[in-house]
């Protein structure tokens, strides 16, 4: 059936009861406006049943109506009305009586909210209407970012990636070059050759060099991840994480603040929705730890009484602190690109 409006003195039409019932949830068709069959009998709309069911009419004479679907609604998901036939659960969201917070079913299903339910999302009040999803995809629990934010990302983890691979390389050429000293020291031991001996000195000056240089790019990427950490509040901010570093004794503490306050700090600010990688904050406790402990002797290492029992373990725990390092600044460099993906 074909239906016409009548506003003021203008008539609009022909429209089908789906589309009249679209009019009156935007707003757009009151009660008091003329509906007509045939542009001859207008009768206000408030006197058609298919628009504005009575609600005072018993669920009973609902049950009977000619509509086969029977519609059960709740506020709360907890307390059920109904059964209501399709009309009137329209008419229901045109009054705004419901909104898309509340729940619909049909008799054996689960309660879902309007916004669902597809049958009713053109007769949803307009500020409520929900954003359509694609069927085929799962509602993601994570925002979407802008292009220009998307921009920026790209850009950010392409600096990142770009010193990860430097510090990958001059870490790999530092324990090159360890075992080459540690071989040449070997042979030297064995041999008593001044070449090898020479070779061994070569060796550990060029190690001694790699390593600070791989300490200098790791401080750098330290430093980039503290700014994408920025604007979701940082416990510190990326010259004050690294530069405090290089303070005498203080960076027996702050060591702790650079690493493993930076992982709580990523680790806090990824959705609780997000079960993908997060930085390790065990790796990054312990990488402080054997990190500090061979610090911490360092003024013991001055007297030569005392230099012996600790010549193979200070070495030793600097080794331990140096292999861990990478680890703990590959699942830094992971969780930092999930935050600033996520966010």
């Not at 408030?46 to 109506?65: L, R, S």
């Not at 061994?200 to 503290?226: D, N, Q």
Request: with cysteine; hydrophobic share 45%; aromatic share 16%.
């Amino acid at each position: 059936m074909k239906y016409y409006v009548r506003i003021g003195n203008k008539a609009f039409g022909p429209f089908s009861k789906e589309g009249v019932l679209t009019l009156i949830a935007q707003n757009r068709i009151e009660r008091s406006d003329a509906v007509s069959t045939d542009k001859s009998n207008w009768r206000p709309a408030g006197e058609y049943p298919e628009f504005y069911p009575n609600p005072a009419a018993p669920a009973a004479a609902e049950n009977g109506a000619a509509d086969a679907e029977k519609w059960y609604v709740s506020r709360d998901g907890r307390e059920a009305f109904g059964p209501y036939a399709t009309e009137t659960v329209i008419g229901m969201l045109a009054r705004r009586e419901l909104n898309r917070r509340c729940y619909v079913w049909r008799e054996g299903e689960r309660p879902r909210p309007f916004g669902q339910e597809s049958l009713f999302f053109f007769f949803l009040p307009p500020d409520e209407a929900p954003i359509e999803e694609t069927p085929a995809e799962k509602p993601s629990p994570i925002k979407r970012i802008s292009k220009r934010r998307a921009a920026e990302v790209r850009e950010f983890e392409k600096r990142v990636s770009g010193n990860y691979v430097v510090y990958l390389c001059s870490f790999g050429l530092t324990l090159v070059l360890v075992f080459l000293d540690t071989a040449m020291h070997v042979l030297n031991a064995g041999y008593e050759s001044d070449g090898l001996g020479l070779a061994a000195k070569i060796f550990a000056g060029m190690s001694i060099l790699s390593w600070f240089f791989c300490v200098a790019v790791s401080f750098v990427l330290m430093h980039r991840f503290w700014s994408a950490v920025q604007p979701y509040g940082a416990s510190a901010t990326p010259g004050k994480a690294v530069g405090y570093c290089f303070i005498p004794f203080f960076n027996l503490y702050w060591i702790f603040v650079c690493y493993f306050m930076l992982a709580r700090d990523v680790n806090r600010n990824l959705p609780e929705e997000w079960h993908g990688v997060r930085a390790s904050e065990f790796d990054a406790f312990s990488f402080c730890v054997m990190s500090v402990i061979p610090l911490s002797f360092c003024g013991l290492l001055a007297d030569h009484a005392l230099f012996r029992p600790f010549s193979v373990v200070v070495p030793f725990l600097f080794f331990v602190a140096f292999m861990i390092q990478p680890v703990v600044i590959t699942s830094l460099k992971n969780a930092v690109f999930a935050l600033i993906e996520t966010q």
